[in-house]
């Protein structure tokens, strides 16, 4: 599959302050691209379409290049203590992504062009908690490899982690796009992860990202390029000849990542949930999906801020977990697994 290509691009006027504002503006001159004025990237209005459907589909496929104003970061526990936030939204049709309600009536993708003032919050951070190592996650809001083809905010982000002394940066994506960042000064200091899944679910509910198979060999890219490297199975989900599907997964990483490659892996599982405000996003915006959200099916768990997940049951949970681990003994026994929840 093609790199992302924006069709429509929204400019906020105080990103052409920044010298990525004006790079960027001149790229998608160049690629003849339609570029309207915002006042701010947090109010984009007019996208095109004739319904709700129609106008989420084209904001996901509209670019909007703005300034990041608050340089606070969110927490991004288990992952890492900090989320750095380089871009907002994603090109992707993951059906099952918590971003369709996380992101409300701005399903757009927006790109931040003060990286520098990010990274000088992020080194302040850094300082705070000096002398303990403070990881950040520079995909809880969006896919950043799928963008950084254009903007190369994130290679920029992981040469600044790679000059740090207690600074750590990670990210995961789903896109096969690397290539640029191969010869990024990372020093070791970036884990590159990639989400993977199970043909099944890849097939019906991840349109618009790249084949397993890409992923996995932009892994071995990355890996052979010293990056620390690691898979997110993300989310593990409960269909007909499930133990088959991720049975055949494990296989195919484990036949097509070379074995020099696999001395620092790391592997994170998430199982499927959904909470009633998702429910009704995803059947708004994807009206024909297969996804299962039967909620007479799953066990309700209690979240935080008073919104609670629908899981699976306690006796599919400790099945999914066995088998799950008995493909790691198998084909990744070295490999630490970081959590699974």
Not at 81 to 99: D, K, N, R, S, V
Not at 109 to 116: A, F
Not at 156 to 167: A, M, R, S, V, Y
Request: glycine share 6%.
């Amino acid at each position: 599959m093609k790199p992302f290509t924006p069709q429509l691009v929204y400019i906020e006027p105080k990103a052409l302050e920044y010298p990525l504002g004006e790079k960027l503006k001149g790229k998608f001159e160049k690629m003849g691209l339609e570029i309207r004025q915002t006042t701010s990237h947090n109010q984009v209005r007019n996208i095109p379409g004739e319904n709700d459907l129609q106008k989420y589909r084209n904001a996901k496929s509209t670019l909007v290049v703005g300034v990041r104003k608050t340089l606070k970061f969110d927490t991004s526990k288990p992952s890492a203590e900090y989320a750095i936030p380089l871009a907002t939204g994603c090109m992707g049709h993951c059906q099952y992504c918590y971003l369709q309600t996380t992101m409300g009536s701005k399903p757009y993708i927006r790109t931040y062009v003060n990286v520098e003032e990010i990274l000088g919050a992020a080194q302040s951070y850094i300082d705070e908690h000096a002398p303990e190592i403070t990881r950040f996650e520079a995909a809880c809001t969006s896919d950043i490899v799928g963008i950084d083809h254009l903007t190369h905010s994130l290679k920029k982000t992981i040469e600044f982690f790679g000059k740090t002394e207690l600074g750590k940066l990670r990210f995961v994506t789903k896109y096969h796009h690397v290539d640029h960042l191969l010869d990024a000064d990372h020093r070791g200091k970036t884990r590159f992860r990639f989400s993977i899944n199970a043909d099944y679910v890849i097939r019906n509910f991840e349109h618009g990202t790249s084949p397993l198979t890409e992923r996995i060999g932009a892994a071995e890219k990355v890996a052979r390029a010293g990056y620390p490297l690691g898979f997110i199975v993300a989310p593990i989900y409960i269909h007909e000849g499930w133990q088959e599907g991720y049975k055949k997964m494990f296989e195919i990483l484990d036949e097509k990542l070379g074995q020099d490659t696999r001395d620092d892996i790391t592997f994170e599982f998430i199982q499927h949930r959904f909470t009633k405000p998702a429910k009704r996003v995803i059947q708004k915006n994807y009206p024909m999906t297969k996804l299962e959200l039967d909620e007479e099916k799953r066990k309700y768990k209690w979240g935080k801020y008073g919104i609670g997940k629908y899981v699976y049951q306690i006796e599919q949970q400790e099945e999914l977990k066995d088998t799950l681990y008995s493909y790691m003994n198998k084909y990744f026994p070295k490999a630490k697994i970081e959590y699974f929840t």
